[in-house]
Nanobody, 124 residues
Framework: VQLQASGGGSVQDGGSLRLSCAISGRTFNRGAMAWFRQAPGKEREFVSAIKWSRHTYYADSVKGRFTISRDSDKKTVYLQMNSLKPEDTAIYYC???????????????????WGQGTLVTVSS
């Protein structure tokens, strides 16, 4: 299984970006996919997750600004990021696993498969 993240870039405060994460090698029919991010000098943190049922979950810091979604073929997950702030600057990683339970959606250890990361830079 391979996850390929893309869509990062540089934007100004208030701008928008859409990240994509393409899955290859296998089709997941259960579990979840998620986005995490790691800012310079900080630990990786949960951003958002989507279960294959399409239920979505967000960190409080991005709620109302970010939207996670996936294609019907379950091979691509998106993260639409609006109203970006300088504190959103980070490397964004996508992750996936078939065995994620709801109570552990925001935990890195729940995901066996990870993409390589894509850099998002928001300038003020």
């Amino acid at each position: 299984v391979q996850l390929q993240a893309s869509g990062g870039g540089s934007v100004q405060d208030g701008g928008s970006l859409r990240l994509s994460c393409a899955i290859s090698g296998r089709t997941f029919n259960r579990g979840a996919m998620a986005w995490f991010r790691q800012a310079p000098g900080k630990e990786r943190e949960f951003v958002s997750a989507i279960k294959w049922s399409r239920h979505t979950y967000y960190a409080d810091s991005v709620k109302g600004r970010f939207t996670i979604s996936r294609d019907s073929d379950k091979k691509t997950v998106y993260l639409q990021m609006n109203s970006l702030k300088p504190e959103d600057t980070a490397i964004y990683y996508c992750a996936a696993d078939e065995g994620v339970i709801q109570s552990a959606l925001s935990q890195m250890r729940s995901y066996a498969y990870w993409g390589q990361g894509t850099l998002v830079t928001v300038s003020s």
